[in-house]
């Protein structure tokens, strides 16, 4: 079973004037690790050369896979850990 990560509602992708540089880029660490995470655990690791960019308010996925549905998962992985941030899915189905 999928964990379900929570994430504290100021989250928007960006750092936030109430915590220091540090719990920023610590939290964005994690929470980095976590939608690779995800993925990997949905697409049973499916998504090869797989790159998770985080641009503003918003996450840009890239790499290749070999089925659409593959790319799909990838995709509902991330929505069940935040539904806060844009979703670019780059990832190519070859």
């Known amino acids: 079973m999928q964990k379900l990560v929570t994430y504290p509602r100021h989250w928007n992708g960006t750092r936030t004037a109430r915590k220091s540089?540090?719990?920023?880029?610590?939290?964005?660490?994690?929470?980095?690790?976590?939608?690779?995470?995800?993925?990997?655990?949905?697409?049973?690791?499916?998504?090869?050369?797989l790159r998770v960019l985080f641009e503003s308010d918003?996450?840009?996925?890239?790499g290749h896979c070999k089925t659409y549905y593959l790319k799909q998962l990838a995709q509902e992985a991330i929505l069940k850990i935040t539904k806060r941030l844009e979703i670019i899915n780059e990832i190519h189905v070859s």
Do not use: K, P
């Not at 610590?26 to 976590?34: S, T």
């Open 21 to 49: 540089s540090d719990e920023n880029e610590r939290e964005i660490c994690e929470f980095h690790r976590d939608i690779e995470r995800a993925i990997h655990d949905m697409t049973n690791r499916g998504i090869q050369a």
């Open 58 to 62: 918003r996450i840009v996925l890239s």
